[in-house]
C-alpha cells in the first residue's frame, strides 16, 4: 500500500520554505498556455503540496491535476466577488494553510485578477513565493520571430467597439510591437479597425500556441483576414501590432562661414 506524502512536503522531500512559521505562504503558479504537459516540476510538487489551489478557471485547473494525479483541493478565485475571496484566503494563509494561485492558463496576473489576492498578501505580511512557468506573452514573441528587444504588452483587448477603436489608434502610434491578448469577438473587431485606420501596417496573428494546430499568420488586416476565412478559430488568441517606423534623421545642413 503507498504511503501518503505530508502535504508540507516538496518533491525533494524537504519542507516548504518558511514551515514552522503561524502563517501560511501564497505561491503564485505558473501552469500551461496549451499542451498539459509544459508544466514544471516544481508547479507540479507545489499543486501536489499545497492545501488549497485558488484558480480563475476551477474547471480547467481540475482537468490539470487530474492529467497529473494531483487530488488538491480547488476553489474558485474570480472573477466575481473578489473582495470576499480574498478574505476568505487570506484568513486561510493566516491560520497556516499553504496556498497556491493559478490562472486558467499561463502566468497568474498576466490579464487576470490575480494582484488583488497577492498584494493583500503582502499588506498583511504574508510570505509571496513565485513558481514560474509558461507565458503567452514570451511564448508568441518567440514564434513570430520578431527582432525588435524592445515591446509593448497591451493585455485584453475590449470588445466594445469604441473602446477597442480608441486602444487600438493609440497603438498605431507607438514604435515597438505591441502584443495583445484577444477573443475571438474582439479579434475580428480588431482586424476591421486596422484595416481602415491602417492598411498596411503589417501584424502577426498567434494562435493555438503549444498545440498540434499551433499557427503564425503575417501580413496586413486585409490578408490575415483573408487568410482566417479558412480556419476556424477558437478561444484566445495573441495579435502583435508592428510599431510605426522611425522617422529618419536628416543629417544637419552646415550653414558656410561668411568671408
Not at 175 to 194: E, G, R, W
Request: with cysteine.
Amino acid at each position: 500500500m503507498r504511503s501518503e506524502r505530508s502535504q508540507q512536503t516538496s518533491l525533494s522531500g524537504r519542507p516548504f520554505p518558511g514551515l514552522g512559521l503561524e502563517r501560511g505562504i501564497l505561491f503564485v503558479v505558473g501552469v500551461p498556455i496549451g499542451h498539459p504537459d509544459d508544466i514544471t516540476l516544481r508547479a507540479l510538487a507545489t499543486l501536489r503540496n499545497v492545501g488549497i489551489v485558488a484558480s480563475e478557471d476551477p474547471q480547467a485547473t481540475q482537468a490539470l491535476l487530474q492529467r497529473h494525479d494531483i487530488h488538491t483541493q480547488v476553489t474558485s478565485y474570480g472573477p466575481v466577488d473578489l473582495r470576499e475571496k480574498v478574505k476568505v484566503l487570506i484568513q486561510k494563509l493566516q491560520e497556516g494553510a499553504h496556498i497556491a494561485l493559478v490562472s486558467d492558463c499561463g502566468s497568474p496576473v498576466i490579464s487576470d485578477p490575480g494582484s488583488r489576492l497577492i498584494t493583500a498578501a503582502h499588506t498583511h505580511a504574508i510570505r509571496v513565493c513565485s513558481v514560474p512557468g509558461p507565458s503567452a506573452v514570451t511564448a508568441a514573441v518567440a514564434a513570430a520571430g520578431l527582432p525588435d528587444e524592445s515591446w509593448v504588452f497591451g493585455g485584453q483587448l475590449p470588445e466594445g467597439r469604441t473602446a477597442l477603436t480608441r486602444r487600438l489608434i493609440r497603438i498605431l502610434e507607438y514604435t515597438q510591437f505591441t502584443l495583445l491578448f484577444c477573443t475571438d469577438k474582439s479579434l475580428i473587431a480588431s482586424l476591421a479597425v486596422l484595416a481602415s485606420q491602417a492598411p498596411k501596417r503589417h501584424l502577426r496573428l498567434v494562435y493555438n500556441l503549444t498545440l498540434s494546430d499551433e499557427r503564425v499568420m503575417r501580413g496586413n488586416s486585409t490578408q490575415i483576414r483573408r487568410m482566417l476565412q479558412s480556419q476556424r478559430l477558437s478561444g484566445a488568441s495573441t495579435l502583435i501590432v508592428i510599431g510605426r517606423k522611425r522617422p529618419r534623421k536628416r543629417n544637419p545642413v552646415k550653414k558656410r562661414r561668411s568671408s
